[in-house]
């Protein structure tokens, strides 16, 4: 079966920094890949995906995302942060023969002013 | 467009108590999705459909049932309502798109308490 580990709850980062939020999967075969980000009392919101072609995926609110086959990881990033980033971020993986999604737990972004 | 919408946004039920939540989707997709979110848990899968009158099992289906008599609809009910089933409950839709991604749009969500 395939799995999403988010290592960390929360991240910490100053306006204008970069910020990475990490991501690792675990799948037999081709790994299609997704970041979601929630804003509060809101329902989830797609930034992007990987399916297959560059490893650096570009997505919404200028987030970008790094797809790493040997290390099995797929991290967010995003070159500076604002403060209107703040929000819970997921990673997920798709099973292509059900085309569900496997959510990570979680990982809740704090930028700071 | 409307999107995902779902309805009630909010309830409390008392335990043994029955209700219905209705997703719709006017994106005409054929797979719709429902999900619980509880903290630190993430979003796990309760039922899913791939196209009208067809449903499945999802991670966590027990003390949940579903149904898809329309396309655009799909309705989780919950029989007999438990205390462990106060979550926050998300719908889902999809579609395979040209390189098959299958990303997925969500509903704003339906906040339940059972006491």
């Known amino acids: 079966a395939q799995s999403v580990a988010q290592p960390e709850d929360q991240v910490n980062v100053a306006e204008g920094n970069p910020l990475t939020v990490k991501c690792t999967y675990s799948v037999s075969g081709n790994p299609y890949l997704f970041w979601y980000v929630q804003y509060p009392n809101r329902g989830l919101q797609f930034l992007l995906k990987?399916?297959?072609?560059?490893?650096l995926v570009k997505g919404s609110y200028g987030f970008e995302a790094e797809f790493n086959k040997s290390q099995t990881s797929f991290h967010l990033k995003k070159p500076s942060a604002l403060v209107s980033d703040s929000a819970l971020y997921f990673c997920?993986?798709?099973?292509?023969?059900?085309?569900?999604?496997?959510f990570g737990k979680g990982t809740m972004l704090l930028v700071s002013p | 467009n409307a999107g995902v919408t779902q309805t009630p946004k909010f309830r409390v039920l008392k335990t043994g108590q029955s209700m219905t939540l209705l997703c719709a989707q006017d994106?005409?997709?054929?797979?719709m999705y429902w999900y619980r979110q509880d903290p630190g848990m993430g979003l796990r899968l309760i039922h899913y459909s791939v196209g009208e009158g067809t449903t499945a099992k999802g991670e966590v289906p027990d003390g949940y049932n579903v149904s898809r008599l329309k396309k655009q609809n799909f309705l989780l009910g919950l029989e007999s309502a438990a205390p462990s089933q106060t979550s926050v409950y998300f719908c889902a839709s999809s579609y395979p798109g040209l390189a098959g991604g299958h990303e997925q749009f969500f509903g704003p969500g339906t906040r339940l308490t059972v006491l």
């Open positions: 990987y399916i297959t072609g560059d490893n």
């Open positions: 994106m005409n997709h054929e797979y």
């Open positions: 997920a993986v798709r099973d292509i023969r059900y085309s569900t999604l496997t």
